[in-house]
């Protein structure tokens, strides 16, 4: 035990202290600011001021109220614009409403047609968009009302969300035309149009639960942290099982020890490492939100956290832990099987592409939590760690179920840690081969 645990020490220790471990340590809460915040922020700058828009409306009576919604902000006529979409019996327009990353903010002026024909007024024009004393106009034409459409010439067609927002507000005042020249009282079909807010409230063995319908993205965001964890320090666990087989002191090692607890010692010392990495950027990340979270209540912005019960969390930070052992220890496996980490990641690959299999089965599982299916999918150790955690995010399971989830999957891990020690003896004395299946197999019986 005690040389066990001397190798635990050895590989832990022989990777935090190095140069490459602290500077990413430290350069990914940075990273993730800089990719994650800041183009946030940039995306809401609007550094070109208003939006100079001119209308021409053939209509004669779009242009009131067009203006009108121009002129308001974003945070004005957003309620009053979902609102108007709600009554909307088409979906698809609900679909297709875009984001406000900036505000978007317009001058609006008309543009008297004076008997004269159409294009001399966009010769005009567009001159003055040349001119620089405009970015934009809107034709407006006669039949809008029953037509709906309607053309936007401008400098830059590429602003999207300008083009949108022009797009939106012209929408909405064709749309309160239509409804005026019906004598139909937009208000009153606002009020009768307004949504139903249904709240879900999940009935368990523990009584009444309000949920904030959060799972899927925790359940995703979950998967995700431990593919990104794999891919990450699987290479780092693959390359110290190549070291020995590099330095060739194999020889030495298995004459003090034996190969199943030096093997062991080897993945946990490793993955204490991953996890003290992925400590820290945890803590980084909880700053970070709490930065955003105060910087949001300074501006009067509300901000609804989703609640996360203590027994989920405790169920998170388990099957983090077997998904990633299981994971970490077939690249342990391919390691010794291989002679280059070149050929470890490529060989890997295929098989961590099962974890990515466990997405597959969300939405069955969501629909149907206790089905045949979502039971054995949550058995099978590979899948388990996605699975297991929809099932318990919906409709969490019995006990017994979670348990011996967990139990199936932890075996698993000793069981592969087993096989990869046997293969391990062997293989760490192959210098220069690369082993079969069949050679691999044989290595297992006789070791």
């Not at 990273?31 to 208003?50: E, H, T």
């Not at 609006?108 to 966009?122: F, T």
């Not at 390359?239 to 199943?260: D, G, H, N, P, Y």
């Not at 099978?380 to 989830?405: D, G, H, K």
């Amino acid at each position: 035990m005690k040389k066990f645990f001397a190798v635990i020490k050895r590989e832990y220790l022989q990777r935090v202290r190095t140069k490459f471990f602290v500077v990413t340590t430290l350069v990914g809460p940075l990273m993730f600011a800089l990719f994650g915040i800041v183009p946030l922020y940039i995306a809401r700058m609007n550094i070109g001021g208003p939006t100079r828009l001119a209308v021409i409306d053939q209509s004669g009576k779009v242009y009131d109220r067009f203006r009108e919604a121009l002129l308001q902000t974003v945070d004005e006529d957003e309620d009053d614009e979902l609102d108007g979409e709600r009554a909307d019996p088409n979906q698809q327009e609900q679909m297709q409403r875009k984001p406000s990353f900036g505000r978007t903010h317009f001058e609006v002026e008309l543009v008297p047609s004076s008997g004269r024909p159409l294009e001399e007024l966009k010769r005009e024009l567009n001159e003055r968009v040349r001119r620089n004393e405009l970015d934009g106009y809107v034709v407006i034409p006669a039949d809008i009302l029953s037509d709906g459409k309607a053309e936007f010439f401008g400098r830059n067609t590429g602003d999207i969300f300008t083009r949108g927002a022009v797009a939106d507000r012209l929408t909405r005042a064709v749309r309160e035309e239509r409804l005026a020249e019906n004598k139909i009282d937009q208000q009153v079909l606002r009020e009768a149009g307004r949504r139903v807010s249904l709240a879900s409230t999940k009935i368990s063995s523990r009584g009444e639960e309000r949920v904030s319908g959060t799972g899927l993205m925790f359940v995703l965001s979950f998967g995700v942290l431990i593919y990104v964890s794999v891919m990450l320090y699987g290479q780092m666990v693959l390359a110290a099982v190549l070291e020995e087989k590099e330095t060739r002191i194999a020889e030495v090692l298995f004459s003090s020890m034996r190969s199943f607890p030096l093997m062991m010692g080897k993945l946990i010392g490793v993955s204490m490492v991953a996890l003290t990495q992925l400590t820290i950027w945890g803590l980084a990340f909880l700053l970070f939100a709490a930065f955003g979270v105060g910087m949001a209540a300074a501006q009067g912005v509300p901000v609804n956290l989703p609640h996360v019960s203590p027994l989920i969390v405790v169920y998170f930070l388990l099957f983090f832990l077997m998904g990633y052992f299981i994971y970490a220890t077939i690249y342990a496996l391919i390691g010794s099987m291989v002679t280059t980490t070149q050929e470890g990641g490529q060989l890997a690959m295929p098989i961590v592409l099962m974890l990515v299999a466990g997405f597959y089965f969300l939405f069955p599982i969501i629909r149907s939590p206790n089905s045949p299916l979502a039971f054995w999918a949550s058995m099978f150790p590979f899948l388990a760690p996605i699975t297991m955690m929809v099932r318990i995010t919906t409709e969490t399971p019995p006990a017994w179920q979670i348990f011996l989830s967990l139990a199936i999957g932890f075996a698993t891990v000793v069981g592969l840690v087993w096989l990869t020690a046997r293969v391990y003896r062997v293989g760490m004395l192959m210098y220069g081969k690369k082993a079969s299946i069949p050679e691999v197999w044989r290595w297992v019986k006789q070791a």
